[in-house]
T-cell receptor, first 113, second 112 residues
């Protein structure tokens, strides 16, 4: 089982460029999430989708947009990348959004110059 | 691998010893707690969870203890192995919210 698959694994952008990070899960989960992880810190929630057709802001949504394309896929878009968005981005999914373990992909390592 | 956890607290144990990783959570209204393990270059891996109506839950070689009085969560790993070396995160779910809040993590180093 693939679980949660993120693409690309690595990316380097220049300031001002745009990019979409892709995430797909094959566990038939209803809820999906995007986090960022910076050195010495835990994961911080950017956006989440409790169910297909809904999206909500998390702790650090500024500079990002998301699309829940279908039940399997949840993408994260940087419209105009900034150096402060250099981070490791993780996608996760869970059966529901309440009191369920989230299952994570292996991340996208994004550097913005 | 990426430089996750540059300034994390570190617990160093000998192979075969038991490890205890502690976490203080922030909100007395949190009703669900979870522990993750993260190895270098990988995403967080679910270890064990516990709901607020429980004090203790056991898995394979792991036990989670919840003390709601002092808002403290711990993860005990029995007979620690080199493969247990990783960063461990606790996370809490505030009742009524739809997402987890993560702690900053503890690095476990297992000495052979």
């Amino acid at each position: 089982n693939a679980g949660v698959t993120q693409t690309p694994k690595f990316q380097v952008l220049k300031t001002g460029q745009s990019m979409t990070l892709q995430c797909a899960q094959d566990m038939n989960h209803n809820s999906m999430y995007w986090y960022r992880q910076d050195p010495g810190m835990g994961l911080r929630l950017i956006y989440y989708s409790a169910s297909e057709g809904t999206t909500d802001k998390g702790e650090v949504p500024n500079g990002y947009n998301v699309s829940r394309l279908n039940k399997r896929e949840f993408s994260l878009r940087l419209e105009s990348a900034a150096p402060s968005q250099t981070s490791v981005y993780f996608c996760a999914s869970s059966e529901s959004s309440a009191n369920q373990p989230q299952h994570f992909g292996d991340g996208t390592r994004l550097s913005i110059l | 691998g990426e430089s996750v956890g540059l300034h994390l607290p570190t617990l160093s144990v000998q192979e075969g010893d038991n490890s205890i990783i502690n976490c203080a959570y922030s909100n007395s209204a949190s009703d669900y707690f979870i522990w993750y393990k993260q190895e270098s270059g990988k995403g967080p891996q679910f270890i064990i969870d516990i709901r607020s109506n429980m004090d203790k839950r056991q898995g394979q070689r792991v036990t989670v203890l919840l003390n709601k009085t002092v808002k403290h969560l711990s993860l005990q790993i029995a007979a620690t192995q080199p493969g247990d070396s990783a960063v461990y995160f606790c996370a809490e779910n505030l009742a009524g919210r739809r997402a987890l809040t993560f702690g900053s993590g503890t690095r476990l180093q297992v000495q052979p």
